[in-house]
């Protein structure tokens, strides 16, 4: 009986102590698609996917042209230049499979051009999401676009604005057409404050005046 009291006051302290954290989220595939530096990173990348598909389907092309060559000229090789040949054709298959993994397989040179462009913007994200947990007090700070399996989250809760504000980004600017994409409006309110969750005045102020007001104090 004792050993029972004891787990169920340590329950509702757990309990207790997780309902006092603050939690919020952020949607960083919406924020990142409006930044500069974001955009640069994609267009540069494009650059060289673009690049490298391009000696990939050349170098396949080649192949196809000596297989080509090889069937219409078949009947007039020997034995031994056919096998040549085909040692040929086989060979550059290798070479351009190989090249086509170095390229776009896991770890390829593609996704190490994409970990060093999206390196520094990443890191321009993180101090800005750091910033705006340690201003708001936040314990927890989940991404909306992660596959983190949020199956509903409450717009009050979505600290976005305060991330893009901290890098510059108009919210409201970049949020004309967004409400398609979220599939309600409710993605231009901020996150109210506890101490105005709280409150029954009839009157609230909008989420960019609580940010004013924030700012101002």
Known sequence: MKNI??????SILCSSALYAQKIGYTDMEFITSKMPEYQAAQAEMKKFSDKW??????????????????MAEE????????????????EKELEAG???????GVEGLLFQKKKEL???VLEKVQRAVTKVCSQ????????????IGMLYTNPKHDYSDYV????????????????DKT????KNAKPEEPSQQQSAAPAKNSPKQKSTNSKLK
């Open 118 to 120: 999206m390196k520094p």
């Open 136 to 147: 708001r007090r936040l314990d927890f700070m989940f991404d909306k676009s992660s596959d």
């Open 53 to 70: 598909a391009k000696e990939i389907q050349d170098k396949f092309a080649e192949i196809d042209r000596m297989q080509r060559a090889y």
């Open 98 to 104: 190989e090249y086509n993994s170095k390229i776009f």
């Open 164 to 179: 893009m504000e901290e890098l510059g980004i108009d919210p409201k600017a970049n949020k004309v057409g967004s409400s």
């Open 5 to 10: 009291f004891i787990l169920l006051v340590l």
């Open 75 to 90: 009947i007039l090789l020997t034995d031994e230049l056919k096998r040549k040949r085909q040692s040929e054709i086989k």
């Open 183 to 186: 599939g309600s409006s409710d």
